[in-house]
């Protein structure tokens, strides 16, 4: 059995480098994992790596490499217990294993079934050391959504939103550009860039024909590493009837959109198939799609992390049926008056005791606006 045991300060300073390395792959590695390594011996760093996208190299081999034949004695130090299973690459425990290591320490077991515990129980099999445990919160939590998808089949949820300092939206004509400032909108680029879909409903598509892209090169990216390009999120629409324009502005870019209705009209599904758009039938509750429904379909597409960019209607629908694991809210520093639309339609909410408390998790400024990061107490 792997030990888990309070590790030393030296473990704690190489796992903290190997998360560092880990959040290099933010942006490209879906759907894997985001995983860094460190190989140590004698107190000295020999090796690194860190996985870029899937279908290449995975972080250890990448370290092994990196250090050659020091390799043989040194400790590993992984992000994420290494994998044993064949997929894109060959199993990472078997690259270790012949790399002549001596201990392994992996900040958390793998939630991926085909792993849980397997990785490292081959390790201990071949004679090399173990360790789980270091620095496994902060690990955690580059990778929310992969976890969450091996764990419940389905994808980790932002919410994001923006809002005036009396919670407005939009002003009574449906107006809200520009809300927050310049800093806020390019930290909303890099939510979109770590996201593998965006969720939005057709109410927002009609008022704002939104892009729901990435306008960031990949130098803009912090820790984007030496990426050429930024992998684009997939565009969701939700669109029960398939009412959504064929000709809207995000047709027309790079990536890919996908309509998901529930009744929908044969002539309109042509029209929008003509114009590169995939449309998805999924079950529908009271004439919209289900959330329950949607969340189900995009973890079988193997999407980790959804963002929800959307009007108050959906946002609030998703707050309310207990589905978003982290609102992301922009405040600006001004009042629009109680003519101007709200930030959430929740209905049903009628007294104190129904209030959905929230966990500050983190709140900071961008350029002239408050950024508030919660999460709902379940």
């Known amino acids: 059995m792997t030990q888990q045991v309070q590790p030393p300060g030296d473990d704690d300073r190489y796992m903290a480098r190997a998360i560092r390395l880990g959040r290099r792959g933010l942006y490209t590695t879906r759907p894997n994992p ?15 790596g860190f996985h ?16 050659g034949g020091a390799a043989r004695g040194a400790t590993a130090y992984v992000t994420l217990e290494p994998c044993c299973h064949q997929g894109r690459t060959p199993p990472c425990t078997e690259a270790l294993i012949r790399a002549g290591v001596s201990r392994v320490v992996a900040a958390m077991q793998d939630p991926n079934p085909q792993v ?15 360790a789980s445990g270091c620095q496994e919160l902060q690990a955690a939590m580059l990778n929310p959504g992969f976890i969450k998808r091996m764990r419940t089949g389905r994808p980790y949820v932002r919410c994001k939103l923006a809002m ?28 979109r860039a770590r996201s593998d879909a965006i969720v939005t409903g057709l109410a927002t598509v009609i008022a704002d024909d939104p892009s729901l892209n990435v306008r960031l090169e990949a130098g803009q990216l ?14 969701v629409v939700l669109d029960p009837r398939l009412e959504m324009p064929p000709d809207a502005g995000m047709t027309r870019l790079q990536g890919n959109t996908l309509a998901v209705c529930c009744e929908p009209r044969t002539e309109s599904r042509e029209l929008l198939e003509q114009a590169g758009v995939e449309v998805v039938e999924l079950p529908g509750e009271g004439g919209r ?14 999407v980790n992390e959804v ?25 600006a520093p001004h009042l629009m008056g109680d003519g101007a639309r709200g930030l959430l339609n929740l209905p049903g909410l009628a007294r104190m005791e129904d209030r959905i408390a929230l966990e500050i998790l983190d709140l900071r400024m961008v350029g002239r606006d408050i950024r508030l990061t919660l999460k709902p107490e379940n």
């Open 52 to 67: 870029r996208k899937a279908g290449e190299p995975h972080a250890e081999p990448l370290a092994i490499q990196a250090a």
């Open 164 to 191: 005036s300092l009396d919670g407005r939206t939009a002003m009574a004509d449906g107006e809200s550009r520009w809300i927050t400032g310049s800093a806020a909108r390019t930290d909303v680029h890099r939510l």
């Open 34 to 48: 985001r995983v860094g390594c460190v190989l140590v011996r004698d107190g000295q760093i020999i090796g690194e």
């Open 222 to 235: 912090w820790d984007a590493g030496d990426q050429d390009e930024v992998p684009l999120p997939l565009r």
């Open 116 to 130: 849980a515990g397997k990785g490292l129980a081959a390790l201990e099999l071949a004679g090399i050391r173990v």
């Open 307 to 331: 963002l929800i960019e959307s009007g108050p209607t959906l946002a609030g629908a998703a707050v309310g049926e207990g589905l978003v694991d982290e609102l992301v809210i922009y405040a």
């Open 289 to 302: 799609v289900s959330l329950n429904a949607l969340l189900d379909f995009l973890g079988q597409r193997q």
